[in-house]
């Protein structure tokens, strides 16, 4: 008679995710960095922090405005991508949502 203390594992047929893929966190959108930023710079300005948790704030701070500057410049490739018409004149035209990748975000 099983007594439920022996039994084999089950083993799961899913792929497991590599170790860095759940490690890595998603770039945040332009606004939720901007909030976070404008939080940041409060928080250093109004608090008496640590010298090393001042650092690491900075540290973040200077992330988020990387992650920001990434997206204004996939934002401005989007808009300004130069097209002559058929008359010699230059247009300002949209790139398809997907052409432009986003580097560094």
Same mark, same amino acid.
């Given at each position: 008679m099983p007594t439920g203390t022996g039994g084999t594992k089950s083993v799961s047929s899913a792929p497991e995710k590599p170790a860095d893929a759940s490690t890595e966190t998603p770039s945040p959108t332009f606004e939720t960095a901007m909030e976070r930023l404008d939080a940041l710079v409060r928080e250093m #300005?109004?608090?008496k922090l640590p010298l090393e948790t001042l650092l690491s704030r900075y540290e #973040? $701070?200077?992330?988020? =405005?990387?992650s920001c500057n990434a997206h204004l410049d996939v934002a401005e490739q989007r808009v300004r991508v130069l097209s002559q018409g058929a $008359?010699?004149?230059?247009?300002?035209?949209? =790139?398809p949502q997907g052409v432009v990748k986003e580097e560094g975000v």
């Amino acid at each position: 008679m099983p007594t439920g203390t022996g039994g084999t594992k089950s083993v799961s047929s899913a792929p497991e995710k590599p170790a860095d893929a759940s490690t890595e966190t998603p770039s945040p959108t332009f606004e939720t960095a901007m909030e976070r930023l404008d939080a940041l710079v409060r928080e250093m #300005e109004s608090e008496k922090l640590p010298l090393e948790t001042l650092l690491s704030r900075y540290e #973040e $701070g200077v992330r988020l =405005v990387k992650s920001c500057n990434a997206h204004l410049d996939v934002a401005e490739q989007r808009v300004r991508v130069l097209s002559q018409g058929a $008359g010699g004149e230059v247009q300002w035209t949209d =790139v398809p949502q997907g052409v432009v990748k986003e580097e560094g975000v």
